[in-house]
């Protein structure tokens, strides 16, 4: 078995359980594809989403889109722009085993939507 090189000194219950999401418990995408102007996910859960590029455009988590927080929250940057008409998504890559950045026909790539994230905004629509 492999050790681990520096292992923490002191585990906490929320370091555990985070682990434990991330690696056990986390619902991923078994399938990506586009359907017309939307993006359809098959979890490997069995449970499948679907987002219109529009949607997935105005809520990137990019800090171009949302803006950035210094150390005593204050938002900087971001776009006013809420809406995005017409905009719809030509690529998407994985990123490690995480999350997926969506290419949109707008030039937009730099947001990175987490499983947890993609999956948030699933259940809110």
Known sequence: MRRLANPPEKLTVQSVRAFLRLTFLMKK????????????????????SYFAGEALRAASPSAETQGERDILGVTHGGSAQRRFPGVTVTGWQFVGNYAVRFDFSDGHR??????DY???????Q
């Open 29 to 48: 995408p078994a399938n990506i594809q586009l359907i017309g102007t939307e993006v359809a996910i098959a979890w490997d859960d069995g449970s499948e």
């Open 110 to 115: 730099t947001g990175l939507y987490s499983f």
């Open 118 to 124: 993609l999956q948030r905004l699933a259940a809110e």
